[in-house]
C-alpha cells in the first residue's frame, strides 16, 4: 500500500467547508431555548475524508444541517467554497442513515433520479446510471424495485444516487449504522473505493469508532451537548486501505485507543445526565 502524506488541518483559506464559533438553538415548545452545537470550529479541506464522533445526541447531525444549508446558524459563519452558506450549496450531495429510495421506482431509475431533476436528458442519465450500477455492483439487478433488494443492495442504490452527481461536497449522517458488521465493512470499503481519487470532501458522522478510524484522514470528537469540538485526531494510516486488514494493526488500535480516551469523559458526562434526568 502506498503511503499518503498528511497534513495539518487546513486554515480558512484553503478549506472546503469553514464553521466558525458556530451556534445553533432551537426553539422549545414552551418556547424556550434548546441549544444544540455552540462554538464550533471546523475545517475540511477538499479531498479530505473528516469524520465526527460524539456522544448521542451531542449535536452532530445538527453540525451536518448547517453546512448542508438544511439549517441556518444562530449565531457564528458557516461557509462552503468560500461563499457564506445560505441555502443549500451547489455541489452538496448527501446520505442518511434511512435510504431515500423511491419504492415505485426501480433500481435504474432511483439512480438517474438526481441527474433528471438537474435537468440532465433522459437518455444520458440512464446511462450514467447504467454505469454507476455496474459501479456499485447492482448489475443484474436494474429493474428491481427497493422492496426486492437487501439492507446491503438498498445502501449500494442510495450511494449511487448521490455520487452520480458527482459533489465536491459529500454529507454522511450514519448511513451504514443499521447494517451487520459484515455488511457494513463491505460498504465501507466500497465507500472508499468510490470516493478516492474524486477529489471530494467528506464529512461522515458515526457512533461506531472503528468506522471513524477506518474511513478518515482525521477523527473530530465532540463534546457532550451543547456540543463544540473537543479534539481533532489526525489518521496516518497508508491509503488504499481495506477495512478488515487494519482494524487489527497496531497502528490502528493506538489510534482507536487515542479516540476513546478523548471521548470517554464525553459519554459519561451524557450518561450521568440521562441518570440524573430519570432520578
Known amino acids: 500500500m502506498n503511503s499518503q502524506i498528511r497534513r495539518p488541518e487546513p486554515d480558512d483559506a484553503e478549506a472546503a467547508i469553514v464553521l466558525r464559533r458556530a451556534t445553533k438553538r432551537f426553539t422549545t415548545r414552551d418556547r424556550g431555548a434548546f441549544t444544540a452545537i455552540v462554538d464550533v470550529d471546523l475545517q475540511v479541506r477538499a479531498g479530505e475524508f473528516v469524520t465526527i464522533v460524539g456522544p448521542t445526541g451531542c449535536g452532530k447531525s445538527t453540525t451536518l444541517s448547517l453546512v448542508s444549508g438544511l439549517e441556518a446558524a444562530s449565531a457564528g459563519e458557516v461557509s462552503v467554497n468560500g461563499r457564506p452558506v445560505s441555502g443549500i450549496p451547489d455541489g452538496v450531495g448527501y446520505m442518511f442513515q434511512t435510504d431515500a429510495t423511491l419504492p415505485w421506482k426501480n433500481v435504474l431509475d432511483n439512480i438517474a433520479i438526481g441527474l433528471r431533476y438537474r435537468g440532465v436528458g433522459k437518455s444520458e442519465a440512464v446511462e450514467r446510471a447504467r454505469d454507476w450500477i455496474g ?145
Open 135 to 279: 459501479r456499485v455492483g447492482l448489475t443484474g439487478f436494474e429493474d428491481r424495485y427497493p422492496h426486492q433488494l437487501s439492507g446491503g443492495m438498498r445502501k449500494r442504490v442510495a450511494m449511487a444516487q448521490t455520487l452520480i452527481t458527482e459533489p465536491s461536497l459529500l454529507l454522511m449522517d450514519e448511513p451504514f449504522g443499521a447494517l451487520d458488521v459484515q455488511t457494513r465493512e463491505l460498504m465501507q470499503d466500497e465507500l472508499l473505493r468510490l470516493w478516492s481519487g474524486s477529489g471530494a470532501a467528506v464529512v461522515f458522522v458515526t457512533h461506531d469508532l472503528t468506522e471513524a478510524i477506518a474511513l478518515a484522514d482525521r477523527v473530530v470528537v465532540m463534546t457532550a451537548g451543547p456540543a463544540t469540538v473537543k479534539d481533532s485526531i489526525p489518521v496516518d494510516l497508508p491509503r488504499p486501505r481495506k477495512v478488515e486488514e487494519i482494524r487489527l494493526t497496531p497502528e490502528f488500535i493506538e489510534l482507536y485507543k487515542r479516540v476513546w480516551d478523548s471521548l470517554r469523559e464525553e459519554v459519561e458526562i451524557t450518561r450521568a445526565r440521562g441518570a440524573s434526568n430519570v432520578a
